[in-house]
């Protein structure tokens, strides 16, 4: 009965690790945005985070209505938030890490506004440049 018991627990603590890799920890997929970065902000409670909010060219339909592509995400390192900063009204081009699941000291929950959910947090600026006009 012991070894049961035994085996059921250590069984019980494989399969959470298990779960809270997979869903929190586990990058699900990664990629590039670019767009004019419009909002940049360090907001929270009690974990203080960088968020940001980007709209990209091009329109696309969503709930029955036409509307502009906008990319929710959040930032961890603080260089990339000071760069971020700076340049707020520029064309970013922003590499992103997609985790299935979000925890809140990496920053907000954007599953109901983003167009795929997860969470989306900025690790690299690899462009910013001014919009075509401005002078």
Do not use: C
């Not at 929190?24 to 940001?52: A, C, N, P």
């Not at 906008?70 to 590499?95: M, N, Q, R």
């Amino acid at each position: 009965m012991k070894k049961i018991l035994t085996f059921g627990t250590v069984l019980l603590v494989a399969v959470t690790a298990l779960y809270i890799y997979w869903y929190y920890y586990k990058v699900y997929g990664d990629g590039f945005r670019e767009g004019e970065l419009q909002k940049f902000s360090r907001k929270g409670d009690i974990f203080k985070t960088y968020e940001g909010e980007m709209v990209q060219t091009g329109f696309g339909v969503r709930k029955g209505s036409l509307n502009a592509h906008y990319f929710y995400f959040s930032v961890t390192d603080e260089a990339i938030a000071d760069t971020l900063e700076k340049s707020i009204g520029k064309i970013v081009k922003l590499h992103y890490r997609q985790y299935k699941r979000h925890l809140i000291w990496r920053g907000d929950n954007y599953n109901a506004i983003n167009t795929e959910p997860g969470q989306y947090i900025v690790d690299r600026v690899d462009n910013v440049r001014e919009k075509e006009g401005d002078y």
